[in-house]
């Protein structure tokens, strides 16, 4: 099974480590850790070279934070914030991905030599999916999302999530091998915490084979997610706060591609290698 993006075949025969790098203030696990407000991305081009030295296979770039409730960010301020680290990560030799919904943002990034997409709307975006097909080889991640970040956890879905999710990823990719993009292109992600709750969430864990039913690779993104916090309380009913949740992060991570994702996409990249090295060596 072979990942079609702007530069690389990625082989998802194994399971890839996409590293998730923050290029914004405001971000739920490390919000404003390696953001400068000032034009100074040594931080973050440290950040993406340490991460590639722990092993990740693929660099996911954002400019704007998608936390339930966030505010979006103006479309000049997120490319000031992405436009000079996709210039230095693609020059790291890895796949690099951009999370981004913004049409004039995924042309600048792509025009720069990034070679994913990677949109929590799914195209959706007025212009979003003829950016991506006009560009002959880019990869792109179609992701699940109920409502929007305003709103998606005041009113989560309802009924049976996985059987929702999986015909909106069908749909979604359908309409985009419609417009001129190769199946070999596209890589699907099921959305965990986006407009669902947590037991929704750990169903699309726990019945993650129903999705493979679309055909495409899966992408899963349980990193430092509060589902997991809301799991892994104490005696006293504390849960663990972001910082805290490396260890069931990679639980999860090793359970989704147990049931078949072809990538994790991670904070803690060098972690999550060395736990898929030792499953790797009992498989």
């Known amino acids: 099974m072979i990942w079609q993006t702007s530069r690389f075949q990625l082989d998802l025969s194994k399971p890839r480590v996409m590293?998730?790098?923050?290029?914004?203030?405001?971000?739920?696990?490390?919000?404003?850790?390696?953001?400068?407000?000032?034009?100074?991305?040594?931080?973050?081009?440290?950040?993406?070279?340490?991460?590639?030295k722990e092993g990740a296979d693929?660099?996911?770039?954002?400019?704007?934070?998608?936390?339930?409730g966030a505010s979006?960010?103006?479309?000049?301020?997120?490319?000031?914030?992405?436009?000079?680290?996709?210039?230095?990560?693609?020059?790291l030799g890895v796949p690099v991905s951009v999370d981004t919904y913004k049409p004039e943002v995924m042309r600048a990034v792509l025009d720069l030599g990034a070679d994913i997409i990677n949109d929590i709307w799914a195209l959706r975006q007025p212009g979003a999916a003829q950016a991506v097909a006009e560009h002959p080889n880019c990869g792109v991640c179609l992701m699940h999302m109920h409502r929007e970040p305003q709103t998606m956890q005041v009113m989560p879905m309802e009924g049976d999530v996985v059987a929702q999710v999986l015909v909106f990823l069908q749909d979604a990719a359908r309409s985009l091998q419609a417009a001129g993009v190769e199946k070999s292109r596209i890589v699907l992600d099921a959305g965990v915490g986006f407009g669902k709750t947590v037991?929704?969430?750990f169903a699309l864990l726990a019945r993650q084979r129903e999705l493979l039913a679309a055909g495409y690779p899966l992408l899963a993104a349980w990193s430092r997610k509060s589902s997991l916090a809301a799991v892994c309380g104490g005696p006293a009913g504390e849960s663990?706060?972001?910082?805290?949740?490396?260890?069931?992060?990679v639980a999860a991570?090793?359970?989704?591609?147990?049931?078949?994702?072809?990538?994790?996409?991670?904070?803690?990249?060098?972690?999550?290698?060395?736990?898929?090295?030792?499953?790797t060596a009992a498989n």
């Open 19 to 52: 590293g998730i790098v923050n290029a914004t203030p405001d971000s739920f696990s490390d919000g404003g850790t390696y953001y400068s407000p000032d034009n100074n991305f040594s931080g973050v081009f440290a950040y993406c070279e340490k991460l590639v």
């Open 72 to 91: 979006p960010v103006p479309l000049q301020q997120e490319l000031a914030r992405v436009l000079p680290v996709v210039r230095h990560a693609v020059t």
């Open 240 to 249: 663990p706060d972001v910082a805290e949740r490396m260890v069931p992060s």
């Open 199 to 201: 037991q929704q969430n």
């Open 253 to 279: 991570a090793l359970l989704a591609v147990e049931r078949g994702a072809r990538i994790v996409r991670v904070h803690d990249v060098r972690e999550t290698v060395q736990a898929l090295k030792v499953w």
């Open 58 to 68: 693929l660099l996911d770039i954002g400019g704007e934070s998608t936390r339930p």
